[in-house]
């Protein structure tokens, strides 16, 4: 059985939906702990399914990043400084994140084709309605959280579905979809350019809004895999009780810690050092980790044309889709099992430290090397950061840990941005600023790399004391009792199961 699918980012997939060998070799027993298994094919109408999710996240995951394209405009149009009209893509990547489960819920109940066709129609109607916008507070609710909240609708149920689709081949599959996010960044500024010429920043809004339109045709052909008929005597055992016949509050109160259980890990944030210090690393980190995208062209833009100030996203993307898929290859060799903390430090590290090169000059070449390195070890980041997350955790709980990771970034990803567009207006320059986030995200790195070096010694001088002292080894304690899994549906609850007890 799958375990509930998180909320978030982009490379995650769900768990098999097929029984495991061990699952099936115990016969009924297996049967009765997988009653919504399915056969995924790896293959077949699953390559439509990952073209769709590429497009899914070229649409979504990239675009916040664009906003970038239509600063200048917004800042004149609405009379804004920097730090109000930065509120607009930073509410819209916190909505991005933070919405994750309501978007589980919204799977668990009416399916991903659903979800992700109903987040398209909001995102799409979202950014049309912003072309409309007669103030500043009118974008943040429409391009903010509207159409934040489409994008999140929309990527998460994608990236579920497609881990249904392959199992043998899902590092593959999760591989090739986290390109999508690059190939956004590659077309979107040069469209978002070429509107902004032709027909003003609201035209270009409105336009904007149609394409956002066409996950709708992605999510149409995500259709759910053909689930393994339950036993009557599954159903019966799954068959949903009314908290309200125990008194409505507590039930109300039993359903809302089994929610925040099953979609935020606050448990486990408390009892794994090791998860707590990657979550609290990650969200430092966001503080100042995508801000740099999002005033990058502004800050070009006073030596430059801004269709070659636009061109710095493109080559920034390009730069992703090219390095992504060889690194994730290269890091699932067996030598850098163990190591994933300590590459994805050092990339962090490098990428911190690279926006101190935009203090040198806001010239093109200059930027270009700023560009480069900050792809490079960007790509490196966003390859490794859920198999890190996976080797911190137990899988059985990653979706939870995944979800509470997520509400967690979406804080520091909300107040990045204005946060640098205050220190931009106080300062009149944006070198303090790229120096603000170098700061920010390499100490966040320096924090991750000594912290796990410093459990791992641990851990091995434990490890290594054992035999000395004698004493004999904890038994182990089972835990799958306590533990609780449920099916993530493809195509809607439609009877109405709950989650089922392993």
């Known amino acids: 059985m799958a375990p509930q699918q998180p909320s978030s980012m982009e490379e995650q997939a769900g768990e098999p939906c097929e029984p495991e060998s061990e699952g099936e070799k115990q016969g009924s027993k297996s049967d009765q702990n997988h009653p919504a298994t399915c056969d995924a094919p790896d293959g077949g109408w699953g390559w439509v399914v990952l073209v769709a999710t590429i497009l899914v996240l070229a649409l979504t995951l990239a675009f916040p990043a664009c906003i970038g394209i239509f600063y200048l405009d917004l800042q004149d149009e609405f009379e804004?400084?920097?730090?109000?009209?930065?509120?607009?893509?930073?509410?819209?990547?916190?909505v991005l994140h933070a919405g994750g489960p309501l978007c589980s819920v919204l799977v668990e109940r009416f399916g991903c084709r659903a979800t992700v066709m109903f987040g398209g129609v909001l995102s799409g109607l979202g950014m049309a309605a912003s072309s409309f916008s007669h103030s500043i507070v009118d974008l943040y609710i429409t391009a903010g959280v509207i159409t934040g909240l489409g994008f999140c609708l929309s990527f998460q149920p994608a990236v579920t579905i497609l881990g249904h689709y392959f199992v043998r081949r899902r590092p593959f599959a999760n591989a090739m979809s986290s390109t999508g996010t690059a190939l956004g960044l590659?077309?979107?500024?040069?469209?978002?350019?070429?509107?902004?010429?032709?027909?003003?920043?609201?035209?270009s809004f409105l336009v904007l809004g149609a394409v956002l339109l066409n996950c709708c045709v992605c999510g149409a052909v995500m259709r759910p895999l053909r689930p393994r008929k339950p036993k009557k005597s599954e159903v019966m055992s799954n068959s949903p009780s009314s908290p309200c016949k125990k008194g409505c509050v507590p039930g109300i109160c039993q359903s809302l810690g089994s929610f925040?259980?099953?979609?935020?890990?606050?448990?486990?944030?408390?009892?794994?050092?090791?998860?707590?210090?990657?979550?609290?690393?990650?969200?430092?980190?966001?503080?100042?980790?995508?801000?740099?995208?999002?005033?990058?062209?502004?800050?070009a833009s006073k030596t430059m044309d801004p269709s070659r100030a636009a061109l710095?996203?493109?080559?920034?993307?390009?730069?992703?889709?090219?390095?992504?898929?060889?690194?994730?290859?290269?890091?699932?060799?067996?030598?850098?099992?163990?190591?994933?903390?300590?590459?994805?430090?050092?990339?962090?590290?490098?990428?911190?430290?690279?926006?101190?090169?935009?203090?040198?000059?806001?010239?093109?070449y200059v930027l270009l090397i700023y560009v480069l390195t900050y792809g490079l070890s960007m790509s490196v980041v966003g390859s490794l950061m859920f198999t890190v997350l996976m080797d911190t955790v137990d899988m059985s709980q990653f979706p939870s840990a995944l979800g509470l990771l997520s509400i967690m970034e979406s804080v520091t990803l909300l107040i990045g941005?204005?946060?640098?567009?205050?220190?931009?207006?106080r300062t009149e320059q944006y070198t303090y600023m790229f120096l603000a986030c170098s700061i920010s995200v390499a100490l966040s790195a320096v924090f991750l790399m000594v912290s796990f070096y410093l459990l791992d010694s641990r851990d091995a001088a434990q490890k290594s004391s054992l035999p000395a002292s004698g004493s004999p080894a904890k038994p182990a304690i089972n835990m799958s009792t306590?533990?609780?899994?449920?099916s993530v549906p493809t195509d809607g609850d439609k009877t109405n199961n709950p989650s089922s007890e392993a």
């Open 482 to 486: 306590d533990c609780q899994y449920s």
């Open 417 to 425: 941005p204005p946060l640098a567009g205050m220190l931009v207006d």
């Open 312 to 364: 710095l996203l493109s080559i920034l993307g390009f730069v992703n889709i090219f390095v992504r898929p060889p690194a994730g290859v290269l890091f699932s060799l067996p030598w850098f099992k163990g190591r994933h903390i300590y590459v994805f430090s050092a990339a962090l590290l490098i990428n911190g430290l690279s926006n101190s090169i935009c203090c040198i000059s806001p010239e093109f």
């Open 80 to 94: 804004a400084s920097n730090s109000e009209t930065s509120w607009v893509p930073s509410i819209m990547t916190s």
């Open 186 to 203: 590659c077309v979107l500024p040069f469209l978002g350019d070429y509107l902004q010429s032709k027909l003003g920043w609201r035209g």
């Open 260 to 299: 925040l259980r099953r979609h935020m890990a606050f448990d486990l944030f408390y009892s794994n050092l090791r998860f707590r210090v990657f979550s609290l690393a990650i969200t430092w980190m966001m503080l100042g980790f995508v801000v740099p995208l999002i005033f990058l062209v502004p800050y």
